[in-house]
């Protein structure tokens, strides 16, 4: 099985910060997105090229799903702040606050909830898939 990345490693992976967060105490090295990592590189490294057919797709989902997995828990948590950030900025506090808001008019005109409502699907693409952002990462 491939090594999970030892903590505070640069790593190019698509979707994948440059920095890799350690362990959160009291947890040690690997941390959780490490070891999703290490699965999911077994899984397409090591298993996808011995199937077939309905298996090898269902793998492929499984590898994609723990990437998808992996990104949320590295990136999440600054996500989830800045999102949060955004809102207090509009005046509301989740987005269905948000959405009534922008229901009601009473952010029409307001380019900061045009920018917060990108910022907000950027980050779910970074998370779901980043190929969709293409050079726009």
């Known amino acids: 099985m491939t090594e999970p990345p030892p903590a505070g490693r640069q790593d190019?992976?698509?979707g994948r910060p440059a920095e890799v967060p350690p362990?959160?105490?009291?947890?040690?090295?690997?941390?959780a997105a490490d070891l999703v990592a290490?699965?999911?590189?077994?899984l397409s490294g090591e298993v996808?090229?011995?199937?077939?057919g309905?298996?090898?797709?269902?793998?492929?989902?499984?590898?994609?799903v723990l990437g998808m997995v992996e990104r949320e828990i590295r990136l999440g948590p600054a996500q989830a702040e800045a999102h949060a950030a955004r809102l207090a900025a509009l005046g509301v506090t989740g987005d269905a606050a948000l959405a009534?808001?922008?229901r009601e008019g009473r952010l029409d005109?307001?380019?900061?909830?045009?920018?917060a409502l990108v910022a907000a699907v950027r980050d779910k693409l970074l998370v779901a898939n980043p190929g969709?952002?293409?050079?726009?990462?």
């Not at 005109?109 to 920018?115: E, F, I, L, R």
């Not at 969709?132 to 990462?137: D, H, V, W």
Request: proline residues 12%; glycine residues 4%; aromatic residues 6%.
């Open 100 to 102: 009534a808001a922008i």
């Open 109 to 115: 005109g307001d380019p900061a909830t045009a920018a």
């Open 54 to 64: 309905r298996t090898a797709f269902h793998t492929r989902v499984a590898v994609n």
């Open 12 to 14: 190019a992976t698509p």
């Open 48 to 52: 996808l090229p011995a199937l077939e």
């Open 23 to 31: 362990a959160c105490p009291p947890h040690d090295v690997p941390s």
């Open 38 to 42: 290490a699965v999911r590189e077994f």
């Open 132 to 137: 969709y952002l293409g050079e726009a990462q």
